[in-house]
């Protein structure tokens, strides 16, 4: 029984096949705890529609602390170098489907809550095909982002200031 062992599934599966697979994790952990946006995709249903290691250069953080899925959305931290680090919340198309949440385009995405907002759907500065919805009297920012011709909402509690947020969008 050395060359052969049982798999989770209960079928048997060859002792080298089962070395790949282990060193296949063995990298997704390694990409993980090396940060950036392939990184934290890892961690992700999605991939992200922004690069950390702007937003971690654009307000002086340390690092990118990765991101972590937790049901529909995608946790993303930073590390700051003194007082409290930003976070931002992403859903992506796969868990936005699962939810009925279908969106053929960002500002129809926006449309759907416009009523957070007293100034309803803002374009955001900077970015082509982006919409946000912002209240300035809570601290909920929604933005909507196109990326690999799928929308992903991202929600911030403003930590993260909206033109460092820009500057992060891959696919501008």
């Known amino acids: 029984m050395d060359r052969l062992t049982l798999s989770s599934f209960g079928r048997r599966m060859p002792l080298m096949r089962r ?9 997704l952990v390694g990409a993980v705890a090396l940060g950036g946006p392939q990184a934290a995709s890892a961690a992700c ?13 654009e307000l002086g953080l340390k690092g990118f602390n ?14 700051a170098k003194s007082g409290s680090a930003p976070s931002l919340l992403v859903y992506g ?9 279908k969106f053929t385009s960002t500002k129809q995405a926006a449309e759907r809550y416009k ?12 970015l082509a095909n982006a919409y946000m919805v912002f209240d300035p009297k809570t601290p909920n920012r929604r933005v909507f982002v196109e990326h690999n011709k799928k929308v992903y909402m ?12 820009a500057k992060a969008v891959l696919g501008k």
């Open 19 to 27: 070395r790949r697979v282990h060193g296949a994790a063995a990298l």
């Open 45 to 57: 249903t999605d991939p992200l529609p922004i690069d950390p290691a702007v937003i971690a250069k």
């Open 66 to 79: 990765g991101g972590s899925q937790a049901g529909p959305v995608c946790h993303l931290s930073w590390e």
């Open 93 to 101: 198309p796969t868990w936005l489907d699962k939810l009925g949440q």
């Open 115 to 126: 009523g957070e907002s007293p100034k309803g759907v803002e374009a955001v500065p900077g």
């Open 154 to 165: 991202i929600v911030s509690g403003d930590t993260v200031p909206l033109p460092a947020l």
